[in-house]
């Protein structure tokens, strides 16, 4: 069974740094691209960054130059590094990868149960 999984998140000051991680584990073959989402309270989940199996980015704007996303295609984890955090920032994040289980089938996504990062002003 595919599960991906998440970690890292908890309550911080603004200005400060936390970092997420997410990993895939399972039965598959392989992952295309991972990324991370957020959702606050009252709003919709919006796309804060992903990155492809290859190593291309793309993140939200208002997150460019603040967080860093990168992985390890050996271990099949994202992380995310969040710097200079906002309490604009507070939200669930959840992190979203896109798994082949067979080689020969496309990928489908799947998601993480989500992570809170709380910052305080």
């Known amino acids: 069974q595919v599960q991906v999984v998440e970690s890292g998140g908890g309550l911080v000051q603004a200005g400060g740094s936390l970092r997420l991680s997410c990993a895939a584990s399972?039965?598959?073959?392989?992952?295309?691209?991972m990324g991370w989402y957020r959702q606050a309270p009252g709003k919709q989940r919006e796309l804060v960054a992903t990155i492809a199996s290859g190593g291309n980015t793309n993140y939200a704007d208002s997150v460019l130059g603040r967080f860093t996303i990168s992985r390890d295609n050996a271990k099949n984890t994202v992380y995310l590094e969040m710097d200079n955090l906002k309490p604009d920032d507070t939200a669930v994040f959840y992190c979203?990868?896109?798994?082949?289980?067979?080689?020969?089938?496309?990928?489908?996504?799947?998601w993480g149960q989500g992570t809170q990062v709380t910052v305080s002003s």
């Open positions: 979203k990868a896109d798994i082949r289980v067979r080689s020969f089938l496309r990928s489908s996504t799947y």
């Open positions: 399972g039965v598959f073959a392989g992952v295309d691209i």
